[in-house]
């Protein structure tokens, strides 16, 4: 039995661990913006729709990309995201819309796109690496921003606080 609780305590240990660290990464990665407020603009979308973000309530933007491994294994969490709050995600360099929906469609994936071809919104946000999210408040004001993997938890959590 107490070989169980020692193992058991080193998983513990080795799991607290690996969070610290990847939120320092998290931390250290994380995009610094001049302009902390809500881009205004209206986004034209994959399928030629125009999206005006709604005042008055939190949203999550989602830089992405096709290539990038962590962002599959994240889609479903933005997924489940976009089914109770606003979400957009970007997809920076990853084809054209016939590749992008492609990949959306053997991922299940039905969440709003803007098709960054020539990584424009990428550079405005200063995102260097993926996935990348930032929450802005019901207010239009950064939240958070957060760079690799998030939970469903915790990006609900966040958009939670963002109210």
Known sequence: MAKVK????????????????????????????????????????LDGTTYQIAEGKPLLIHFWAIWCKVCSVEASNIERVSKHYNVLTIAVQSGDKE??????????????????????????????????????????????????????AGLLARMKLAE
């Not at 799991?15 to 939120?23: A, D, G, K």
């Not at 207010?139 to 939970?151: A, C, I, Q, R």
């Open 99 to 152: 590749m992008i929906q492609a990949h959306m469609k053997k991922e299940n994936i039905t969440f709003k796109v803007v098709d960054d071809s020539d990584g424009t919104w990428a550079k405005r946000f200063h995102v260097r690496a993926y996935p990348t999210d930032f929450i802005y408040d019901a207010k239009g004001k950064l939240f958070s921003s957060d760079v690799g993997y998030t939970s469903t």
């Open 6 to 45: 020692n193992i058991l305590k080193e998983i513990l240990i080795g799991v607290s661990l690996l969070f610290i660290v990847s939120n320092i990464i998290s931390y250290i990665r994380k995009p610094s913006l001049e302009q902390q407020q809500i881009p205004t603009e209206l986004f034209t979308l």
